[in-house]
């Protein structure tokens, strides 16, 4: 099984349908992010989460949520979702001693 | 605020020549430098990460990283390139506070067989 496991792999969404994505982890971290990879701009931190209690906001959070329901998982949600969310959405782990994240297999998301 | 920038959008090599992909940071302080590598279709991969000592570090399939604090650099160098390495490369950088990771937009390598 996968370290980092995120569904769905691709989705296809309505301009204003709410969207989940769901991310859970087996390398018992606490650190969990969620980051928006588009085509030139690398990869963009939406939010992140150093334990069950903290969330927090990212570089571009605004029309995105969170939830922490677990030490392993961490699901981001589109409250309305728009064309220009469409992008690949990465979720990650990462043990601050060790260095390095461990990241997922990405969700493809198409908002049309 | 932090940035990270990698000069090279893309590179296009054939196989056997060197490869040597820039990296500038921005942040005067402290930091953990690491390389990400995705392939096409998958997810990103740590191929090495500086924390502290010897500032050549190695990491996996031949490659090789060195940070020099003077330039705020750290660039990524194989001395031969295979057709396999043909992906996509991420610099990244983490600093305090809260030790969030700054990805630069990565630079594509293509690898002619």
């Known amino acids: 099984d996968a370290d980092v496991t995120q569904t769905p792999r691709n989705r296809i969404t309505k301009t204003g349908k709410r969207i989940m994505l769901e991310c859970s982890q087996t390398?018992?971290?606490?650190?969990m992010y969620w980051y928006r990879q588009d085509p030139g701009l690398g990869l963009q931190l939406i939010y992140y989460?150093?334990?069950?209690?903290?969330?927090n906001k990212g570089e571009i959070s605004d029309g995105y949520s969170v939830s922490r329901q677990a030490q392993a998982k961490f699901s981001l949600s589109l409250e309305s979702a728009i064309p220009n969310q469409t992008a690949l959405y990465f979720c990650?782990?990462?043990?601050?001693?060790?260095?390095?994240?461990?990241f997922g297999s990405g969700t493809r998301l198409t908002v049309v | 605020a932090q940035s990270v920038s990698q000069h090279n959008h893309h590179v296009i090599l054939s196989e056997a020549a060197s490869l040597e992909l820039g990296c500038n940071y921005s942040?005067?302080?402290?930091?953990?430098l690491f390389w990400y590598v995705q392939y096409p279709g998958q997810h990103l991969q740590l191929l090495l990460k500086?924390?502290?000592?010897?500032?050549l570090v190695k990491g996996i399939k031949g490659f090789e990283a060195e940070f020099i604090k003077s330039k705020f650099s750290f660039n990524l160098r194989k001395p031969s390139v295979q057709w396999s390495d043909t992906a996509e490369y991420f610099c990244?950088?983490?600093?305090?506070?809260?030790?969030?990771?700054?990805f630069g937009a990565g630079t594509r390598l293509f690898v002619k067989a």
């Open positions: 990650a782990t990462s043990d601050p001693d060790r260095g390095g994240y461990t």
């Open positions: 390398k018992g971290h606490d650190r």
């Open positions: 989460s150093f334990d069950v209690k903290d969330i």
């Open positions: 942040y005067g302080g402290t930091v953990n």
């Open positions: 500086y924390f502290s000592g010897d500032p």
């Open positions: 990244a950088v983490n600093a305090p506070p809260g030790f969030k990771t700054i």
